[in-house]
């Protein structure tokens, strides 16, 4: 899977677990950047994308992402 | 108190372990030397203000300056009044006003407070050590936290300089053996209590702080912290350990001396997994509301042993050195063991009172001689019974006591047969009025829920029919609130 075409399932799951249909997401975008991101959502974006991709992340995984791009790039170690 | 088991130690660290590290924050390391050079440039801009209140607002986003600047209002003899950078300006106005503020410390970009004085910490420049404490009274304020009111406005419950010096000598004296170098774990908001205990408790040692920034996703962030400093000390919510549960084959921190588990009840099967994952740690629940400072009673969790638990929730153990516990009845009558009433706090640890709030004083303390001597009781809301061993059980909230159809319930029990059941997974009930205006019982559960019949026929095998929950509601994971508890005023508005 090219990395665009992740990109735009990862923004579907986004938009829908975060409830907010115009977010971009961009490589450097964090929890902090936008409200609703915390623990509980990130628990359901995960569950979501590991549904998604049929994935399984381990915590250490999930440890090093610190943005959407990190995220990408564990998506695409996994695929 | 203060001095000697606060503002002493902490500056026999820094002169004795200068270059030992006293916090990590964001994958950067602070010295003790460094810390001292932060806390002097921002006391020195407060002693350039002239102020007549002796509250200063602290903006917490959890850096270098937030910490510093808590030890620069000590130093001066003022008490600080955190605001939580999420949360809405306009609860901070509130917090503000309610509380007589006339400086806000802030260390954000750009500060969003404009009607009032701000110092931007993260401009300040150090110039020179800067440390003299201020003498003031034991009586004069420490901090003020504000908590939510059932009015609708926050409630500010203030911490004497006693409170906080009574809580560290307490604490000190339970056995915890915090050396210079120990690495310890501070996962809480600073606008919830525990987070006091867990920067100071390794900066009157010598030892290291580790921190969440805001922006990171906060239990994997704590567990890449337990796992890459290998962290020796922490006191953690249940509610995020549950988050990782999911993870516990992965986990494994040889390095864990202590753990704390705080902030809400400890259920036992969480607990028993969680110790598996810490080999080597001691682990204790420590119970405590804000008003009798931070954790009033404590209880060792035994490993592999027969642990005391109520409804699946671990016994919250005895008094800590220095405080009293009673139970008593709607009469304010004294209860003997193993019969239920409201647990009842008193001792140097027990606040002054909330701010300004003469009618909440009045409902929440009371006087009771005992042997002779007057004591000053909290009453904490939490219904409890001592057990034959003197250990407290803690049933739940009185307030999560409801009454349906003129029977007494306990949320909690109606809890734990779910939980049973459920094998796992979390549950939680919540009593909410019907539109006939009627209390009914509302049972969620995290994550789906396959087999519900099953369920309620489990439920109604082991309860009155009149505690059965009138509604399930599954599928999705529980909110938690800023305290690292599940959030169930969230929980009970999605029934609306």
């Known amino acids: 899977m090219e990395r665009t075409e992740i990109t735009n399932v990862l923004t579907a799951i986004f938009r829908k677990i975060l409830a907010k249909d115009t977010l971009i997401l961009s490589d450097n975008l964090t929890a902090n950047d936008v409200e609703n991101w915390d623990s509980l959502t990130h628990m359901l974006l995960i569950s979501e994308i590991e549904t998604e991709f049929s994935i399984k992340f381990k915590l250490k995984d999930l440890n090093k992402m610190r943005n959407v791009g990190d995220m990408i790039e564990t998506i695409i170690s996994k695929l | 108190m203060f001095s000697k088991f606060i503002i002493n130690p902490i500056f026999e660290a820094i002169t004795n372990f200068s270059s030992n590290n006293a916090f990590c924050i964001n994958e950067q390391f602070y010295s003790y030397e460094q810390f001292a050079q932060y806390i002097s440039k921002i006391r020195t801009a407060i002693q350039s203000v002239h102020l007549k209140n ?10 270098i300056e937030t910490y510093a600047s808590i030890f620069a209002i000590w130093l001066e003899g003022f008490a600080y009044v955190p605001l939580h950078p999420q949360q809405p300006v306009e609860r901070s106005l509130e917090i503000i006003s309610q509380a007589e503020i006339e400086l806000v410390l802030d260390s954000s970009l750009k500060t969003a407070f404009t009607d009032i004085s701000v110092i931007e910490t993260t401009s300040l420049c150090f110039e020179s050590l800067n440390l003299d404490p201020k003498m003031v009274s034991d009586e004069t304020l420490a901090y003020i936290l504000f908590t939510s009111g059932s009015t609708g406005k926050p409630k500010g419950v203030m911490i004497s300089r006693k409170n906080a010096g009574a809580f560290m000598k307490s ?4 056995g915890f053996q915090i050396t210079e170098n120990d690495r310890c774990l501070q996962c809480f908001d600073l606008t919830f209590d525990v987070s006091v205990q867990s920067y100071l408790v390794p900066l009157t040692k010598g030892a290291c702080t580790y921190t969440i920034p805001h922006d990171q996703i906060k239990y994997s962030y704590v567990y890449g912290l337990l796992e890459d400093h290998q962290l020796t000390f922490g006191a953690m919510a249940p509610s995020m350990i549950r988050y990782l549960r999911p993870y516990f084959d992965e986990i494994n921190i040889p390095s864990m001396r202590y753990s704390i588990l705080t902030a809400e009840a400890s259920p036992v099967d969480l607990i028993n997994e969680w110790a598996n994952c810490i080999p080597n740690a001691e682990i204790f629940d420590f119970y405590g509301p804000t008003e009798a400072t931070i954790y009033c009673t ?3 969790y035994i490993r592999k042993g027969n642990n005391k638990q109520l409804n699946g929730m671990l016994s919250i153990g005895k008094a800590m050195p220095g405080l009293k516990a009673i139970i008593i009845d709607d009469e304010r009558k004294s209860l003997d063991v193993n019969q239920k009433g409201e647990l009842c706090i008193s001792g140097d640890q027990v606040t002054p009172g909330y701010w300004k ?8 303390f009371f006087e009771m001689e005992i042997d002779g001597i007057a004591n000053r009781f909290y009453k904490t809301g939490d219904s409890c019974y001592f057990d034959t061993d003197g250990d407290i059980m803690l049933a739940g909230r009185l307030d999560y006591q409801v009454k349906i159809q003129g029977y007494r319930i306990e949320l909690g029990e109606i809890e734990y047969h779910a939980r049973e059941f459920l094998t796992g997974q979390n549950a939680v009930a919540v009593a909410f009025n019907n539109q006939m205006g009627n209390t009914e019982i509302a049972l969620f559960v995290e994550g789906i829920l396959n087999n519900e019949p099953e369920l309620l026929v489990h439920l109604n095998s082991k309860m009155p029919f009149y505690m059965i929950p009138t509604k399930i509601m ?4 529980f909110p938690i609130n800023t305290s690292g508890k599940v959030d169930r005023i969230k929980l009970k508005n999605q029934l609306t």
């Open chain 2, 54 to 63: 002796t509250n200063i607002s602290l903006v917490v986003n959890d850096d």
């Open chain 2, 171 to 174: 604490f000190g004296e339970t």
């Open chain 2, 298 to 300: 404590y209880h060792k």
């Open chain 2, 357 to 364: 709030n003469t009618e909440k004083n009045k409902e929440s």
């Open chain 2, 474 to 477: 599954a599928g999705n994971l």
